[in-house]
């Protein structure tokens, strides 16, 4: 398939919100009908699978939510260049949550391999681990897909050794547990693009970045408080304006590895160098206390207020460097704040109410906010709709020629960013993109030239 952006859409983030609930019950993304996709490699079209996409039902107690899903996302997954033979599938998954988490004031627990959190759409959240550590007594690495064990003391970063097997939405699948290590937007949406996975197999991911409005609420730790994506309100008392959420966590100043940044003697690692380059290891970064409230913690997070949460509560962020490429520890970090409570469970014990979402779509204000590009104008084999932001609802995506014949008509789905039209066939004129949120409509001019 051809690459290219050609419209892109800018949405407010008031655009999508659900009913006024406890947020850890409202902002799944809720899906029956629509069904997972998959490239393999070699083929740009996407092959249909039969696993239904996102979150199938929310239920909720007095203490708890629980999310069904069967853990796939609505964008395409796929393919994996890294010999992976694995594909997306059924995860069959009822994860339980506590609506009101608390801090961990004992010792903190470390994120494990595995499930660390569960993003809005169902897909598993992992630490930045890929479960293989270098072993002293052989100078090589074991454990994980390598077999063995390594010694467990300097741990390969997953964003680092598995980059040439995630796909255009950053991700990829363990057995069949598709899941995302890092930050779920599109590899080509960031300022540095830094894989070309999205040249040929075009997909998105679970939200566009944009810097100009506080990112979503992506997903939840297994402690139980949200995780947001890499923007938000520079002071923690939701004032000082939009600003980009850095680590505290940094690239060490060393050359041999035989020390972890709080000064402790450890098995040795193989010494810095252009095999082994800082940043092959997640104990190859130090923490420094923060003095900035847009840094964050030892955690990877803060308390602050967000459009979700306007009193208030302690958020994780997902965090990127000023081009947008993943940042250390990308997601939760070493450590959960809070007590880990969440868990998958086989079935639900406790009465519970279903939640039911009701779509608000845009009201005339929101409308007047979105701001819609064309590009290239005119286009010639390929139109591209993309939002930025997160969508939480299905949108029809709709192409009329001069004299308002419907050409083409798509779905843009929620929890993904962008959808196409195919115009090789279509003459060289004007034609018209209707864009339906809810009850209100967006409407723009492209023109094709050949």
Known sequence: MKKLFAISVLVSSTFMLTAQTNPAISSWLQNTTVKGRHYVSGNSTPINDTYTANVQSVQ????????TTQGIPSYVV???????INQAGNQNSIFKFPLNPIQN???AVSTPMGNIGVFINGVAMFNCSDGVSWKNSTSSFAGGPLGGAGDGVWNRDAIVYEKAGFDCSKGHPAGTNYHHHQNPSAFDLDLNVISTICNLYDADGLYAIDSTVH????????????????????NTDGTGGI?????SWTLRNITVRNTLYTGASVTAGPNVSTTYPLGSFKEDYGFTTPTAPDYLDIHNGRFCKTPEYPNGIYCYFATVDANWNSAYPYLVGPTYYGTKVAAKVTSITEAVTTYTPTSTGLDEAGINEVNVSVFPNPAADLIAIQIKDLVKENCVVELFDVTGKLVDKTILYQGSTIVYFDTKKLYNGIYFIKLKIGNQEINRKIVIEK
Do not use: E, Q, W
């Open 60 to 67: 909720y107690s007095s203490s708890f939510v629980y999310a």
């Open 78 to 84: 796929g393919p994996y260049l890294d010999g992976n």
């Open 105 to 107: 004031t004992g010792t």
């Open 215 to 234: 990112s979503p609420l992506i997903g939840f730790a297994y402690d139980g408080f949200p995780v947001y994506g890499a923007y938000a309100y520079k």
């Open 243 to 247: 600003v980009r959420m850095k680590s």
